[in-house]
Nanobody
Framework: QVQLVESGGGLVQAGGSLRLSCAAS????????MGWFRQALGKERDIVAR????????YYADSVEGRFTISRDNAKNTVYLQMNSLKPEDTAVYYC??????????????????WGQGTQVTVSS
């Protein structure tokens, strides 16, 4: 069992930056691929970025490529999402998730077995 707790959300002006953290409890954090998803009001939950178990491979949604960076520190059981050049359309609840069955993670919600409670990110124009 893995428990995930996100932090770092908040209100920021367009063009600003935020860094989200997701701390995992339990064992074997390095055996889970990790992902960040987001869900805007009235919309579906979509993948933002994912990272392989070792951290050597990362993947991004087209909408955030070049602006967001996912990383992980397996010694600290933590995955991060650095968000730069934020836009109002980035406003959403951001969730981290763990995918123990996939080395590189997945773009599909159903492939993630553990989820955090989410953290709100609001970007004002």
């Amino acid at each position: 069992q893995v428990q995930l707790v996100e932090s770092g959300g908040g209100l920021v002006q367009a063009g600003g930056s935020l860094r989200l953290s997701c701390a995992a409890s339990g064992r074997s954090f390095s055996s889970y691929a990790m992902g960040w998803f987001r869900q805007a009001l009235g919309k579906e939950r979509d993948i933002v970025a994912r990272i392989s178990r070792s951290g050597g491979r990362t993947y991004y949604a087209d909408s955030v490529e070049g602006r967001f960076t996912i990383s992980r520190d397996n010694a600290k059981n933590t995955v991060y999402l650095q968000m730069n050049s934020l836009k109002p359309e980035d406003t959403a609840v951001y969730y981290c998730a763990a995918a123990p069955r996939y080395y590189y993670g997945s773009a599909y919600i159903t492939d993630y077995d553990y989820w955090g409670q989410g953290t709100q990110v609001t970007v004002s124009s």
